[in-house]
């Protein structure tokens, strides 16, 4: 079993910065792939970024790409993603994601532990 918990989120201005963290508990979480999705209200989850179990292959949505960087400390067990230069339209509830057949995609169908996540709301 995977167990995941957000935190980081809150309330910023347009062009400010957040971090959040999730830390993650389990035997099998070193080797997963995360990923970090968001869910606006009224919309559907969308992908926003993932990183292979190493470190090695990171992928971002070209919506957030240049702005948000992911990483993770396998040794704490803690995945981040650093978001600069929030829009209004990042405004969501973000959620992290365990694949631990490490299959490194987008769709959030690939991801099977989650979350309970942390709402981000980023004010114009």
């Known amino acids: 079993q995977v167990q995941l918990v957000e935190s980081g989120g809150g309330l910023v201005q347009a062009g400010g910065s957040l971090r959040l963290s999730c830390a993650a508990s389990g035997r099998t979480v070193s080797g997963s792939t995360m990923g970090w999705f968001r869910q606006a209200p009224g919309k559907e989850r969308e992908f926003v970024a993932a990183?292979?179990?190493?470190?090695?292959?990171?992928s971002y949505a070209d919506s957030v790409k240049g702005r948000c960087t992911i990483s993770r400390d396998n040794a704490k067990k803690t995945v981040y993603l650093q978001m600069n230069s929030l829009k209004p339209e990042d405004t969501a509830v973000y959620y992290c994601?365990?694949?631990?057949?490490?299959?490194?995609?987008?769709?959030?169908?690939?991801?099977?532990?989650w979350g309970q996540g942390t709402q981000v709301t980023v004010s114009s």
């Open positions: 994601a365990a694949d631990t057949l490490q299959r490194m995609r987008t769709s959030r169908h690939f991801y099977n532990y």
């Open positions: 990183i292979s179990w190493s470190g090695g292959a990171i």
